[in-house]
């Protein structure tokens, strides 16, 4: 069964700080990752996709990926209240023609004013 | 860019009736799309992938015959919930990709609500 876990949180991080969110997978063959935020009642945003080792950086946000550690994370510098959310990582997942995403349970981050 | 809709946006329907559920890629062709359930305060649940022209591919303990799912063309996948049940009560979203490294875009989600 693969499998991509999370700490599910509440991360609770103050307004300016940097928030600083974790995964780990457990398919080696696993080539792409991703994080998505999603907002209570809404669907899923697509934030950052990382597909190489090393550090990938938009805006605010820098994912980080170590295959050889089977290790993803996402930094939120400037964490404003507006981030407050539950943020997914998810893996791609190859089997044969069925491609997909195994997906966390996510983390729930809170940006308190 | 990288636009899904979906629709409704949400429904309430009698136990026993059908419904069904629209998927589009407003501005891209999608080379796969992807049914979603999930229920309050729960992780993202895959219920099948579909690849235009083909049949959808069910993840395991999702009725096919309870779940039917079209992808007539590279923008447009239906689900449609036949006979739906108080249980099948939740939010149905759906996802869309577009290259081989499978990012998804996601509609706004149906919220289902079977009385």
């Known amino acids: 069964q693969k499998e991509v876990e999370q700490n599910s949180g509440p991360l609770s991080v103050p307004e300016g700080a940097i928030a600083s969110l974790n995964c780990t997978y457990s398919d080696r063959g696993s080539q792409s990752f991703f994080w998505y935020r999603q907002y209570s009642g809404k669907s899923p945003e697509l934030i950052m996709s990382?597909?190489s080792n090393g550090d990938k950086e938009d805006g605010r946000f820098t994912a980080q990926l170590n295959k050889a550690s089977q290790y993803v994370s996402l930094l939120i510098r400037d964490s404003q209240p507006s981030d407050s959310a539950t943020y997914l990582c998810?893996?791609?997942?190859?089997?044969?023609?069925?491609?997909?995403?195994?997906w966390g349970l996510g983390t729930s981050l809170a940006v308190n004013p | 860019g990288a636009v899904v809709s979906q629709h409704p946006s949400w429904v309430i329907c009698k136990s026993g009736t059908s419904v069904k559920i629209e998927c589009r890629s407003l501005?891209?062709?999608?080379?796969?799309m992807f049914w979603y359930r999930q229920f309050p305060k729960q992780s993202l649940m895959l219920m099948a992938t579909s690849n235009e022209g083909s049949k959808a591919t069910y993840e395991q303990g999702v009725e096919k015959d309870k779940f039917l799912i079209n992808h007539a063309s590279l923008t447009l996948s239906t689900l449609t919930v036949t006979s739906a049940h108080p249980e099948d009560s939740s939010f149905y979203i759906c996802?869309?990709?577009?290259?081989?490294?499978?990012?998804?875009?996601f509609g706004p989600g149906t919220r289902l609500t079977v009385l």
């Open positions: 998810a893996a791609e997942h190859n089997a044969g023609n069925n491609r997909k995403l195994i």
């Open positions: 996802s869309a990709s577009r290259t081989k490294y499978n990012e998804q875009f």
């Open positions: 990382i597909y």
């Open positions: 501005d891209f062709q999608a080379t796969t």
